[in-house]
């Protein structure tokens, strides 16, 4: 059994390598002001801290930590996200992709898991859950500004402990420096 300080090192460890991955990959950078990393808040699923790597003009990568989720507390999230621009338009554009989800701790209101019929039950506290996701979002850019606002949505199905299933629901901002 992990303790809270492990896994508090886990978390750092985990950042640490994300961010030294997006400090080496800043060629062809579509961030605002074409800047390849930000940095920034989320609300709802995950609240917390964001930060999204772009690894070329179309593709970027993007992690969320922070507490007070359904499906743990903290929760770390990290998508693979393409990008594209379905409105023709400079300012706001619109990006999806499949993402992974791991919670720690003891979950914010539960996460519910379908075990035999109609058997449903709370993840237990304390123990972690692995989920994957999908995420369709829409970005906005003003113009001449390093700031990012996005709102996010998709799904997230639990596979450990148990299956479940949830919605994601994301709104935040990021900074280009």
């Not at 609240?47 to 359904?70: H, M, Q, R, V």
């Not at 993402?99 to 898991?113: E, L, N, Q, R, S």
Request: with cysteine; aromatic share 16%; net charge negative.
């Amino acid at each position: 059994m992990k303790t809270r300080s492990t896994t508090h090192i886990t978390l750092l460890l985990l950042l640490t390598v994300s961010l030294l991955f997006c400090f080496q990959t800043t060629s062809h950078a579509q961030g605002p002001g074409g800047k390849s990393f930000g940095f920034g808040i989320i609300l709802f699923e995950p609240t917390g801290g964001t930060i999204n790597c772009w690894l070329n003009s179309t593709n970027s990568i993007d992690a969320d930590i922070g507490g007070e989720s359904y499906f743990g507390n903290p929760r770390l999230d990290g998508d693979y996200l393409w990008h594209f621009n379905a409105f023709n338009s400079r300012i706001v554009s619109m990006y999806a992709g499949p993402g992974v989800a791991i919670g720690f701790g003891t979950p914010v209101d539960g996460f519910w898991y379908h075990v035999h019929g109609d058997v449903w039950y709370y993840r237990p506290g304390g123990s972690a859950g692995f989920g994957i996701r999908g995420i369709v979002g829409l970005s906005v850019v003003p113009e001449r500004t390093p700031i990012e606002i996005f709102f996010q949505v998709g799904p997230l199905i639990g596979l450990s402990p148990a299956f479940g299933s949830a919605f994601d629901v994301g709104l935040g901002i990021r900074f280009y420096p």
